[in-house]
């Protein structure tokens, strides 16, 4: 099985890249080694665009466990039909204008060119937006993420491609139009302007911006709602133009879950001993709860990073799987099948502990030893 999972990987790793790397040769036959790197570059930033950002799809308004689900978004999916739309014109027209250039007619190269512009233009929007990510507030995620990286790299590669396809046809242009006269004395002097850009260097192409961007609002803003184009930044959480603070993370966390589910059984079966203290929450202690603990602060103590590892495991699918434990039955089948875990946990303490009782005694503070309270689950 192992050796299975090294050849698919390596299939992966070796096959794809060499197969898109034929395919690009089919498509266009013309394209160099250097067009073909950054076309695959791009495809691979484009997919690991789409893995970062949906694990980062929750609005501004939800709380969130960040063992388990995702973090905000950086844009508002309610307003952002206009983005993704110009998102797919911009890199279809990146796509005819590679593919085709001159080829087409003069008025749909016109449309591909101003829809480029336009995308270049809310390709170095969206990177400002992503370029702060404040995650301070969010346990586990408090010293950051790094999203911004990752998102950042398929945008910035298209901004990348879009000016050399702009540069690339303006040369080419200027070297068709070099035996080209006009009668016109305003056309002759444009096409000898032209033919001096032989050499043009990127910056001039990044001044057409402006123009085209006053064009994308005389066009696209008219009999539209003008507040979309903004608040599909500003109505976000945790980015540069957020205009909102996402509410306090779920307080329910490091936690042993299925333990305490299962210490809200029936007290002739669970054994409860006290009334404990977690997350400055009231819960029901019984031996079994103490001892998981116990084991889990002695895996803390002598294998920190092994604990990090299962701690994080444990808390994406153990608190989804104890929400659904929630009657008294579930709690007492929850607490039979964890009887092993616990005896395993009880061994590895005697085995590793000087006094592990002392251990296990001392695991969350006791409120109260007086069970004359309703214990079980709603």
């Given at each position: 099985m192992g050796t299975l999972m090294i050849l698919l990987a390596l299939l992966l790793i070796v096959g794809v890249p060499i197969l898109l790397w034929k395919l690009w040769g089919l498509l266009k036959p013309s394209a160099n080694a250097l067009e073909k790197l950054v076309a695959m570059a791009t495809i691979f930033a484009c997919l690991t665009f789409i893995i970062v950002l949906n694990n980062h799809t929750t609005p501004y308004y939800k709380e969130i466990d960040p063992f388990?689900?995702?973090?905000?978004?950086?844009?508002?999916?309610?307003?952002?039909?206009?983005?993704?739309?110009?998102?797919?014109?911009?890199?279809?027209s990146?796509?005819?204008?590679?593919?085709?250039?001159?080829?087409?007619?003069?008025?749909?190269?016109l449309i591909c060119t101003v829809l480029l512009t336009i995308g270049v233009g809310l390709n170095f929007q969206f990177i400002y937006q992503i370029s702060w990510h404040d995650t301070s507030r969010i346990h586990l995620w408090n010293q950051g993420d790094r999203a911004g990286?990752?998102?950042?790299?398929?945008?910035?590669?298209?901004?990348?491609i879009s000016i050399e396809i702009v540069v690339k046809m303006i040369r080419n242009k200027a070297q068709l139009n070099r035996g080209v006269e006009y009668s016109n004395k305003w056309l002759a002097a444009i096409n000898n302007r032209l033919i001096e850009v032989n050499n043009l260097p990127l910056f001039a192409v990044l001044l057409t911006l402006p123009l085209f961007l006053v064009l994308m609002l005389a066009l696209v803003l008219f009999g539209q709602d003008v507040d979309a184009f903004t608040k599909v930044y500003s109505e976000t959480a945790t980015w540069r133009f957020s205009e909102h603070i996402h509410p306090p993370t779920v307080d329910d966390r490091h936690g042993h879950y299925l333990c305490t589910v299962a210490a809200?059984?029936?007290?002739?079966?669970?054994?409860?001993?006290?009334?404990?203290?977690?997350?400055?929450?009231?819960?029901?202690?019984?031996?079994?709860?103490?001892?998981?603990?116990?084991?889990?602060?002695?895996?803390?103590?002598?294998?920190?990073?092994?604990?990090?590892?299962?701690?994080s495991c444990y808390d994406k699918y153990g608190l989804n799987l104890s929400?659904?434990?929630?009657?008294?039955?579930?709690?007492?089948l929850t607490y039979y099948l964890m009887k092993p875990l616990e005896w395993f946990f009880l061994l590895a303490l005697y085995t590793f502990c000087m006094d592990p009782e002392k251990t296990i005694r001392k695991q969350y503070i006791p409120l109260t030893k007086d069970f004359n309270i309703e214990i079980g689950c709603d």
């Open positions: 388990s689900e995702p973090c905000y978004s950086p844009i508002s999916y309610e307003h952002s039909w206009w983005l993704i739309l110009l998102h797919l014109l911009a890199v279809f990146m796509m005819m204008l590679y593919f085709k250039e001159y080829k087409i007619p003069p008025i749909q190269i990286v990752f998102l950042a790299m398929y945008p910035a590669l298209l901004i990348m809200l059984g029936a007290p002739s079966i669970v054994k409860p001993i006290a009334i404990g203290l977690r997350n400055h929450q009231p819960i029901v202690v019984n031996r079994q709860l103490q001892i998981a603990n116990a084991f889990e602060f002695m895996i803390q103590e002598r294998f920190p990073k092994a604990h990090r590892i299962i701690r929400k659904r434990v929630n009657t008294e039955r579930l709690s007492n």
